[in-house]
């Protein structure tokens, strides 16, 4: 059981013009594991991510792709209600988007609970206890609304929504950015606890957690998938000189040294790779040719003609 993102391609539409954002992006996600995307800010991981529930922005348009969830493409789907929430569920980049102010944390849980599981009231509480139990929030804090939680404790409260929805697979966008590192370490505990039976796409830049937690990495460059692999394999055999800047301008680096220059914006056109003109292993042929993803070893794949 699982998801998988096949060749997506995505854009915007701007003033008569369409700008092109994710390019061929292709992911799987199993249950058991938690799947990292990383890369830097603006390379495409959080509309990868929304293009699953299809919360993307009016101005965005998918040209082509699969989304394939339980032997059927999301993509084609009229409607996404049922699949949402209760099947997928959201941990977003900012939790105060998918908390409603005027309402409790029970009574939000309830809501979720009653509508995705179908069941009554007292029923609805036990369930709503035990996820609040799962996310260590005491039960006499049910009443609180979302302003009197701290951010990680509201951060806390969108996972026991999303646990006691039953969703099968939990997209988590930079779930611990905001978050000090005990918190941090609360919410990384709690993914593996519930990866057993969740399919998990954990969303960072923090190349550290995904060294600690994740089981698969695939990094984002510019709209592109350009290197993907199991963890271990990753930091053992970084293999695309993006993913090996990422890692040499970690501060545990004993030779940190960022990569120099910004990543593009949709507006520019680049040919050929499209990280070669930050490349410092670049050649001649990589400003003309877009290479493709290479089979390095069995799960390793590397988008750079380093490789052909
Ligand atoms: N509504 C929009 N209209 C036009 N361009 C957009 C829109 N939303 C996102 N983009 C562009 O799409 C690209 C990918 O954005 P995305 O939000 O997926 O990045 P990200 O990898 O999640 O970055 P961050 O780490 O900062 O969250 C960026 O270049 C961004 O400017
Ligand atoms: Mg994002």
Not at 173 to 178: G, R, V, Y
Not at 202 to 212: K, M, N, R
């Amino acid at each position: 059981m699982g998801l998988e993102v096949k060749k997506l391609n995505l854009g915007f539409e701007c003033e008569g013009q369409f700008n092109q954002a994710l390019f061929n992006v292709s992911f799987s996600l199993k249950k058991g594991q938690i799947h990292a995307l990383v890369g830097e800010s603006g390379c495409g991981k959080t509309i990868s991510a929304m293009s699953i529930l299809r919360l993307l922005p009016k101005t965005a348009r998918v040209t082509s792709g699969e989304i394939l969830f339980e032997g059927e493409d999301l993509l084609q789907r009229k409607n996404m209600e049922s699949v949402r929430g209760a099947k997928i569920a959201l941990i977003p980049q900012d939790p105060m988007t998918s908390l409603n102010p005027l309402y409790t944390i029970e009574n939000q849980l309830l809501e979720v609970i009653k509508k995705h599981q179908g069941l009554e009231d007292e029923q609805a509480l036990d369930v709503a206890m035990r996820a609040l139990d799962a996310v260590h929030i005491p039960p006499d804090r049910m009443k609180s609304y979302p302003h009197e939680f701290s951010g990680g404790m509201k951060q806390r409260a969108i996972i026991a929504m999303a646990l006691s929805a039953g969703a099968q697979v939990l997209i988590a966008d930079e779930p611990t950015t905001a978050l000090d590192v005990t918190i941090q370490a609360q919410i990384m505990k709690l993914l593996h606890e519930i990866k057993h039976d969740t399919a998990i796409l954990l969303i960072t830049h923090d190349l550290a957690l995904v060294g600690e937690n994740a089981d698969f990495v695939s990094v984002m460059y510019g709209g592109r998938v350009v290197e993907s692999a199991p963890v271990r394999e990753f930091f053992k055999n970084t293999a695309h000189p993006y993913s090996q800047g990422l890692l040499n301008s970690l501060p545990s680096c004993s030779s940190l040294e960022p990569i120099e220059g910004q990543p593009p914006t949709i507006y520019e056109e680049i040919s050929g790779c499209r990280f070669h003109p930050r490349c410092k292993k670049r050649m001649d042929i990589c400003s003309e040719q877009n290479p493709r993803m290479y089979k390095l070893s069995d799960e390793h794949f590397c988008a750079c003609l380093l490789y052909n």
